[in-house]
């Protein structure tokens, strides 16, 4: 039996170009054939034209031992993936009569006029193994041709993941002729760069083979992804385990969750092993910081609450920041988000007060250039910290940098 490992997954359809959905089918059709063993080398897109259509299945037959075709499957003139095919192959088209009876079913019990090019959606080619859809109506196919294996499937996610589950990988299972997953971990890290993580772990990384050490440069700091491949889940683990161990040594300090753990989730289960409240003073962030923190299920145990303090006489009415006090040093400064800090833990009874004020551009203000950022910790105990960033790009990236660093900041301080 040919042992197939090396598939691509090609979506048809103009609007993932246009960006008008995202196209989260190729995600988590990766993640799913990663799980049997079988590695994705391509992602490829294409729009609801006859001729790319075409011209990208022969590239992905060309280079790909097993080919997901997801989209284009439906009833109108721009559902062109079985046409495509059609004219690379010559595979003839049959309308599937059980197909046909579950579509005409359907309408009958809506109790609406089925329009004919409806039947199109019943159409599949000859010798293919056929699915039912079973949240839907267009049938999903699994075609074998020049030794390849072709497998087609609605666009609409829940449709393509039940088939995906339910027929295509117990069959792929059986084309790869053995049994392998592909496990992956993401070790996540604060308060250290890509390049410094890539020196810390150059010799790993080098020497890479199974598992693999891929450091990833994201949003909220930097990712290293462990990807091991092994016949058996315990032995994928085991190799996982072993990188996870070389790994820490050299970069641990940094290292604050796993996976899908994001920065203000490890603060919170840091706030809450602790026993501890938080309450902010949000100028330059608007809100952003208690809103990343109030999204996360039970944040009511460690988060009293927010003053969103934009404007000068909010800070002195609300937040009791003293006129005198910014007269001198202005409302960005060190000054004053140390007293934000202070003046919203006791007004807000909370445990640790945190505060944001700055200049997110794009103008300076305050004499203070665009990107200007301070941001002050106070604790119950009278321990107090400010820190001043000055961060690049627009106004946007400035307050959603300023919200990361301010839960690094927290992160350090409690961990």
């Given at each position: 039996?040919?042992?197939?490992?090396?598939?691509?997954?090609?979506?048809?359809?103009?609007?993932?170009?246009?960006?008008?959905?995202?196209?989260?089918?190729?995600?988590?059709?990766?993640?799913?054939?990663?799980?049997?063993?079988?590695?994705?080398?391509?992602?490829?897109?294409?729009?609801?034209?006859?001729?790319?259509?075409?011209?990208?299945?022969?590239?992905?037959?060309?280079?790909?031992?097993?080919?997901?075709?997801?989209?284009?499957?439906?009833p109108t003139e721009d559902d062109l993936t079985r046409e495509a095919f059609q004219q690379?192959?010559?595979?003839?088209?049959?309308?599937?009569?059980?197909?046909?009876e579950k579509i005409e079913a359907y309408f009958a019990e809506k109790q609406e006029t089925?329009?004919?090019?409806?039947?199109?959606?019943?159409?599949?080619?000859?010798?293919?193994?056929?699915?039912?859809?079973?949240?839907?109506?267009?049938?999903?196919?699994?075609?074998?041709?020049?030794?390849?294996?072709?497998?087609?499937?609605?666009?609409?996610?829940?449709?393509?993941?039940?088939?995906?589950?339910?027929?295509?990988?117990?069959?792929?299972?059986?084309?790869?002729?053995?049994?392998?997953?592909?496990?992956?971990?993401?070790l996540r890290f604060t308060g250290i760069g890509e390049s410094k993580v890539e020196d810390k772990l150059l010799d790993l990384i080098q020497q890479q083979t199974n598992p693999t050490i891929a450091p990833l440069a994201q949003d909220q700091g930097i990712a290293i992804r462990l990807?091991?491949?092994?016949?058996?889940?315990?032995?994928?683990?085991?190799?996982?385990?072993?990188?996870?161990?070389?790994?820490?040594?050299?970069?641990?300090?940094?290292?604050?969750?796993?996976?899908?753990?994001?920065?203000?989730e490890s603060v919170y289960s840091l706030l809450k092993q602790q026993g501890y409240t938080l309450g902010a003073a949000e100028s330059l962030t608007g809100g952003m910081f208690t809103e990343r923190l109030t999204a996360i299920p039970g944040a009511s145990d460690v988060c009293?609450?927010?003053?969103v303090c934009y404007g000068t006489q909010v800070k002195e009415q609300v937040l009791n920041v003293s006129s005198e006090l910014i007269r001198q040093h202005g409302t960005i400064s060190e000054a004053c988000a140390s007293s934000m800090a202070e003046n919203v833990r006791s007004r807000l009874d909370s445990d640790i007060g945190i505060s944001f004020t700055g200049a997110a551009g794009p103008d300076s203000s305050e004499r203070q250039p665009a990107g200007t950022v301070f941001i002050g910790v106070y604790d119950k105990s009278g321990k107090q910290t400010v820190e001043k960033y000055t961060f690049q790009g627009d106004r946007q990236t400035v307050r959603e940098r300023a919200v990361l660093k301010g839960y690094e900041l927290l992160f350090n301080l409690l961990k």
């Amino acid at each position: 039996m040919m042992k197939q490992e090396n598939a691509e997954i090609v979506a048809v359809g103009t609007e993932l170009l246009l960006g008008q959905i995202p196209n989260t089918n190729a995600q988590w059709l990766s993640k799913a054939m990663a799980s049997i063993g079988i590695n994705v080398r391509h992602h490829s897109v294409v729009g609801d034209n006859l001729r790319r259509v075409e011209e990208q299945f022969r590239i992905a037959g060309e280079r790909a031992d097993i080919i997901i075709v997801t989209g284009g499957l439906g009833p109108t003139e721009d559902d062109l993936t079985r046409e495509a095919f059609q004219q690379l192959t010559g595979i003839p088209i049959i309308e599937h009569k059980s197909s046909m009876e579950k579509i005409e079913a359907y309408f009958a019990e809506k109790q609406e006029t089925m329009t004919s090019n409806n039947r199109k959606q019943a159409r599949v080619f000859t010798g293919a193994d056929v699915m039912t859809n079973n949240t839907g109506m267009a049938p999903g196919m699994i075609v074998t041709h020049n030794d390849k294996t072709w497998v087609f499937l609605p666009g609409v996610p829940r449709e393509m993941k039940r088939m995906m589950t339910d027929r295509v990988i117990p069959r792929l299972q059986q084309v790869i002729g053995r049994d392998t997953v592909i496990k992956s971990t993401m070790l996540r890290f604060t308060g250290i760069g890509e390049s410094k993580v890539e020196d810390k772990l150059l010799d790993l990384i080098q020497q890479q083979t199974n598992p693999t050490i891929a450091p990833l440069a994201q949003d909220q700091g930097i990712a290293i992804r462990l990807t091991a491949k092994a016949e058996f889940d315990q032995e994928a683990d085991r190799l996982i385990k072993q990188s996870r161990a070389a790994v820490m040594e050299r970069v641990g300090e940094f290292f604050h969750g796993t996976d899908d753990q994001t920065l203000e989730e490890s603060v919170y289960s840091l706030l809450k092993q602790q026993g501890y409240t938080l309450g902010a003073a949000e100028s330059l962030t608007g809100g952003m910081f208690t809103e990343r923190l109030t999204a996360i299920p039970g944040a009511s145990d460690v988060c009293t609450g927010a003053i969103v303090c934009y404007g000068t006489q909010v800070k002195e009415q609300v937040l009791n920041v003293s006129s005198e006090l910014i007269r001198q040093h202005g409302t960005i400064s060190e000054a004053c988000a140390s007293s934000m800090a202070e003046n919203v833990r006791s007004r807000l009874d909370s445990d640790i007060g945190i505060s944001f004020t700055g200049a997110a551009g794009p103008d300076s203000s305050e004499r203070q250039p665009a990107g200007t950022v301070f941001i002050g910790v106070y604790d119950k105990s009278g321990k107090q910290t400010v820190e001043k960033y000055t961060f690049q790009g627009d106004r946007q990236t400035v307050r959603e940098r300023a919200v990361l660093k301010g839960y690094e900041l927290l992160f350090n301080l409690l961990k």
